[in-house]
């Protein structure tokens, strides 16, 4: 069964310092997410991507965040000037379409941000 | 904004049925809701997902009424295995015409022998 995949599965980095978290989405899936979920907390949205740019985002998703389709296979969440509570577990999901159908999650980078 | 409520937590026995509610007030009138299943330090996983009044499948069934403002996951016999963390969500409309995505905030299930 295909899965979405991520790397790294586990991410330490200094505050100030800039990450990329990879996602590789279902090779037929035409849309793709990024979410967050901090220790404890639900599961947040954070943005979703289609034919090569953003569909939408949430609040969080400020100017710190960037995501990009480098190539047809990776789809990647990028932090700039990484803070204290970016630190959570960072998941990709990625669908066929976008009228709420099936999303598949990866597995999740959790980013620990010293 | 949608606003999504969920118990923080159930616990069950073995082979009871469980359900599970969702109060999801204004969201977006042409989404699905779908419902999830989260173990610890995996990501979430699809269990159904439904428009309008019941959906069943091989391991649940998921009620909506026909104002949409809550959703009832069904799981018939609960096992050990079901023990995680449970979660609908939404399509959340915004100002700007487009809707984010919304997670409710979970329930914790512990099944016991």
């Known amino acids: 069964e295909p899965e979405v995949t991520q790397t790294p599965s586990h991410q330490v980095t200094q505050m100030g310092q800039e990450v990329i978290l990879r996602c590789v989405p279902i090779s037929n899936h035409l849309y793709f997410y990024w979410y967050r979920q901090i220790l404890g907390q639900k599961v947040e949205f954070l943005v979703s991507?289609?034919?090569?740019?953003?569909?939408?985002k949430s609040e969080i998703f400020d100017d710190q965040f960037s995501v990009e389709r480098p190539d047809g296979s990776n789809f990647t969440l990028k932090i700039r000037s990484t803070k204290l509570e970016d630190s959570a577990m960072y998941f990709c999901a990625s669908s066929p379409g976008d009228d709420g159908e099936t999303q598949y999650f990866g597995p999740g980078t959790r980013l620990l941000v010293l | 904004l949608a606003k999504t409520t969920q118990p923080i937590s159930m616990d069950s026995y073995e082979g009871q049925e469980v359900n599970i509610t969702c109060s999801h007030n204004?969201?977006?009138?042409?989404?699905?809701i779908t419902w999830y299943q989260q173990f610890p330090s995996q990501g979430p996983r699809f269990i159904i997902q439904?428009?309008?009044t019941k959906v069943t499948n091989e391991v649940a069934s998921l009620f909506i009424p026909a104002d949409r403002k809550s959703s009832t996951l069904s799981l018939p016999r609960v096992s050990l295995s079901d023990t995680a963390v449970y979660y609908c969500l939404v399509g959340d409309p915004m100002d700007t015409g487009r809707r984010a995505l919304t997670f409710g905030s979970g329930t914790r299930l512990q099944v016991q022998p």
């Open positions: 439904g428009y309008k």
């Open positions: 204004n969201i977006a009138t042409n989404d699905y």
């Open positions: 991507f289609y034919n090569n740019e953003i569909s939408e």
